[in-house]
């Protein structure tokens, strides 16, 4: 079993940055894409960003130029550079690995992102 943490979020003004880090803990996370999720108060949970177990990487178009995905498998981490805040940002951040369509495990807490105007 894998436990995921999230952290990193807060309170921020549009046009500021977050860095994001997620931790896991009980198995080796490097064999495994892994993506980042977010979810907006009323919305739908949805993955924003992705890095292969090769470190490749797939940005959603609605954050390309703005966040970047890495990882370090050393740390058993993956990170979300979030630049250029805007305020539809505004969500609970996830990760988790991909499997198919959905996420591989148990979801973790996330961790608030708020962008204020």
């Known amino acids: 079993q894998v436990q995921l943490v999230e952290s990193g979020g807060g309170l921020v003004q549009a046009g500021g940055s977050l860095r994001l880090s997620c931790v896991g803990s009980g198995s080796t996370l490097r064999f495994d894409d892994m993506g980042w999720y977010r979810q907006a108060p009323g919305r739908e949970r949805y993955l924003v960003a992705r890095?292969?177990?090769?470190?490749?990487?797939d940005i959603d178009g609605s954050v390309t130029g703005r966040f970047t995905i890495s990882r370090d498998n050393a740390k058993n981490a993956v990170y979300l550079q979030m630049d250029k805040l805007k305020t539809e940002d505004t969500a609970v951040y996830y990760c988790?690995?991909?499997?198919?369509?959905?996420?591989?495990?148990?979801w973790g807490q996330g961790t608030q992102v708020t962008v204020s105007s």
């Open positions: 890095i292969t177990r090769g470190g490749n990487t």
């Open positions: 988790n690995a991909i499997q198919g369509w959905g996420p591989k495990y148990s």
